[in-house]
């Protein structure tokens, strides 16, 4: 099966785009394209003065972006993170919104080649874009015991992370790491089935891929930049689907809520305005999670950029 025949249901369709509040003459950004569910539904909503700007770091996803939206002249594409949507000249005017849907797509994950499922053999990769940086074997083979139980704790908060560490190590020593499954059955025998329904290589697996594709620093850049290029007005929305990303999102739209605390025997610095107004959150309904698993551990947060 070709990679492009893979497909995504998008989470929270019709709340993410309503919350955009589209009107049909904005600019609205998609910094997390996949396959272009929300995208249509935005383009569907704009007039012949609107605008619709795509990005997407997966070399995929722009591949079947071209194909779905190339010809229409109210869309731009563009391959990279959406944490470098500032050095984009289509940014430079202004968005009327910015809709990021985080983490994996079904596409990757169904994609055995991709390498960030345990479910099926594959090269063990989980990069967001295959062309650049180390893949998942390649940085495991490298990093150091304690480098490696670092990441797993960090980004999968895995409480045996220097366990899974040390044995990974040791595996390296007799045999390179080199597929999925190899990966997935040394957690599994390291350190057993802890939790039901759930592999004991999840958090494994979710932590080597936010570290290879750095995606909370990605992130982190993504909020700041849409911030400052939202238009008075502007809503910002963010659907995140494990506990670090959708923290993080929290705490950076609360941050841009509020002034600054004055310092103790220090004169109040002048009150800047807070640039967003958060307007809430969300989460996908009964109906949604009964259609679609995977929408159960996903929040939509809301935020709008004051005048």
């Known amino acids: ?25 904005g600019t609205y950004l998609d910094g997390t394209l996949g396959r272009g569910g929300h995208a249509r539904q935005v383009l569907a909503r704009l007039g012949e003065g609107g605008r619709l700007l795509l990005m997407d770091r997966d070399p995929v996803a722009i591949e079947v972006a071209q194909r779905m939206f190339a010809a229409d002249p109210r869309v731009r594409i563009r391959q990279a993170s959406f944490a470098g949507m500032a050095q984009w000249q289509e940014v430079k005017g202004g968005l009327d919104g910015v809709l990021l849907d985080l983490g994996v797509s079904s596409p990757q994950l169904d994609d055995a080649t991709r390498g960030f499922s345990f479910q099926a053999e594959g090269p063990l990769d989980m990069r967001m874009d295959p062309g650049s940086g180390s ?53 599994a025998r390291t350190i057993g089935f802890r939790e039901r329904h759930k592999h004991p290589a999840t958090r494994t697996f979710q932590a080597l891929r936010i570290h290879l594709n750095n995606e909370l620093g990605e992130l982190e850049a993504g909020l700041a930049a849409a911030t400052e290029n939202l238009k008075p007005g502007g809503r910002l929305v963010v659907i995140s689907f494990h506990s670090l990303e959708d923290r993080l999102v929290k705490r950076f739209m609360r941050g841009q809520d509020s002034q600054p605390r004055s310092q103790r025997n220090r004169p109040p610095a002048e009150a800047k305005p807070a640039p967003l107004e958060v307007i809430g959150k969300r989460f996908a309904s009964d109906a949604e999670l009964d259609a679609n698993p995977r929408s159960r551990s996903a929040v939509m947060r809301v935020a709008e950029k004051r005048p």
């Open 135 to 187: 893949s998942a074997a390649e940085w495991l083979a490298a990093a150091s015991e304690s480098e490696i139980a670092d990441v797993l704790w960090r980004f999968g908060e895995e409480r045996l992370s220097r366990r899974i560490a040390r044995a990974i190590v040791e595996r390296r020593m007799q045999q390179a790491l080199q597929t999925t499954t190899q990966l997935a059955e040394l957690v």
């Open 1 to 25: 099966m070709a990679q492009a025949e893979f497909t995504h249901v998008p989470v929270m369709l019709e709340e993410a785009v309503e919350a955009l509040q589209v009107r049909a003459e």
